[in-house]
């Protein structure tokens, strides 16, 4: 009974090591998962800002598109109501 004591208290350290080195590989694993979590969130926030400003771009133009198509629009319906003005180009 005694050395079956003595032999688990002999153990105890080792397996103490053991689990220490075990510990600092799952701490090096977290910390490079925790770096590359944080590379692919600045690479989409990158992504979002180009998009963002794609759009913005896309909404502007998208936006005078319209304007000048509203233009041609009242134009053209001045042209057929008779209002040679408004026919001319320009």
Same mark, same amino acid.
């Given at each position: 009974? *005694?050395?079956?004591?003595?032999?688990?208290?002999?153990?105890?350290?080792? /397996?103490?090591?053991?689990?220490?080195? @075990? &510990?600092?590989?799952?701490?090096?694993? *977290?910390?490079?998962?925790?770096?590359?979590? %944080? &590379?692919?969130? $600045?690479?989409?926030? %990158? $992504?979002?800002?180009?998009?963002?400003?794609?759009?913005? $771009?896309? %909404? &502007?133009?998208?936006?005078?598109?319209?304007?000048?198509?509203? @233009?041609? *629009? %009242? *134009?053209?319906?001045? /042209? @057929?109501?008779? &209002?040679?003005?408004? /026919? @001319?180009?320009?």
């Amino acid at each position: 009974m *005694r050395l079956l004591l003595v032999l688990t208290l002999a153990f105890l350290p080792v /397996c103490a090591l053991a689990q220490a080195d @075990e &510990d600092d590989a799952h701490r090096a694993d *977290r910390q490079q998962t925790q770096d590359l979590n %944080r &590379d692919v969130q $600045r690479s989409i926030d %990158r $992504r979002n800002a180009t998009d963002a400003a794609k759009f913005a $771009r896309y %909404r &502007d133009a998208a936006a005078a598109y319209e304007r000048q198509r509203a @233009e041609w *629009r %009242r *134009r053209f319906a001045a /042209c @057929e109501d008779g &209002d040679n003005r408004a /026919c @001319e180009p320009g």
